[in-house]
């Protein structure tokens, strides 16, 4: 157990993401990482594919650093088990808050954390809020850890849900967009397959270049004069695009923080 710096609970679609970005990046070894499942034969086969340690229930009790992966509700069954007064514990369970897990886990040493769904891409926006016990080297480690697997935000714990509203939903409005932009192309007489592809290679471009330039002037350059991108704008304004995506992301921030306030957080 002494090599081991990150036990990782909770190796699924998230997890498994930061796991893989942190040995992608070097941040750790895979002879620092170990994992736990409560399945032996599924703790096995996780170990087994991500080339790390498999943690038994003692050596999980004793993790000095503890990444809480699982789903919200997996958590009370999870906590006695990695319930230490010492250890330092990252969450990114959505809707549990640090002070929930340092009640149920007898540590104060908490962060958590919001990723989003670029982490299994390396481009996530994930945002950080520390207690204010997590000591200078915990802040650090969770900073380096999920740099690995995209840029990091660190926020006050209340604006986590505003987080949620537009880096987390985000994605599914973005798409939404784009099928729409596709059905346009497909009404204006394109192919199905091309009209999603040009969809795609338009937000494509359309991020690269924000990179470097606000909305506004992007917006700016491609609307020349009488053109025809500012008669698609108007478009847009006619029928509220910009109404529609604020309230979106006011709407999933409030889903948010109802769902939280359902787990009890
Ligand atoms: N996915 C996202 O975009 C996203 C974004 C932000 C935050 N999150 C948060 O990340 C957490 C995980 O979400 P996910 O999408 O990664 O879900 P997931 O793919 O279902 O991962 C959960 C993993 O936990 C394992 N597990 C279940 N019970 C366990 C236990 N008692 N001990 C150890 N491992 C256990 C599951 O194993 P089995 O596969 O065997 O069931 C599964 O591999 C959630 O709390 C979610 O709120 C997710």
Do not use: C, W
Not at 72 to 91: I, K, M, W, Y
Request: aromatic content about 4%; glycine content about 10%; cysteine-free.
């Amino acid at each position: 157990m002494s090599g081991i710096r990150l036990a990782i609970v909770g190796a699924g679609k998230m997890g498994g993401a930061v796991l893989q970005g942190a040995l992608r990046a070097e941040v750790l070894q895979p002879d620092e990482i170990g994992i736990y499942h409560p399945n032996p034969r599924r703790l096995a086969e996780l170990a087994e594919r991500y080339g790390v340690a498999a943690l038994d229930d003692d050596a999980l009790h004793h993790a000095e650093r503890v990444l809480l992966a699982v789903k919200p509700q997996s958590f009370e069954g999870v906590a006695p088990l990695v319930a230490q007064r010492n250890a330092s514990f990252l969450s990114l369970m959505a809707g549990v808050t640090a002070r929930t897990i340092a009640r149920r886990v007898g540590s104060q040493r908490v962060i958590r954390a919001m990723p989003n769904l670029g982490a299994s891409l390396g481009i996530s926006a994930t945002a950080l809020a520390a207690l204010p016990e997590a000591t200078a080297e915990d802040r650090s480690m969770a900073r380096t850890l999920f740099g690995a697997v995209g840029r990091v935000y660190e926020v006050r714990e209340d604006l986590f849900d505003a987080f949620t509203g537009l880096a987390g939903s985000g994605p599914a409005f973005v798409a939404v967009v784009a099928e729409a932009l596709a059905d346009g192309g497909v009404r204006a007489g394109l192919d199905r397959d091309t009209a999603r592809d040009l969809a795609r290679q338009v937000l494509l471009a359309t991020s690269r270049l924000l990179e470097t330039k606000r909305p506004g002037e992007l917006k700016d350059e491609v609307a020349s004069a009488g053109g025809t991108a500012i008669a698609g704008i108007r478009a847009l304004e006619r029928h509220r695009l910009r109404f529609a995506l604020i309230d979106a992301v006011e709407q999933a921030t409030e889903r948010a923080a109802a769902l939280s306030e359902e787990d009890g957080a």
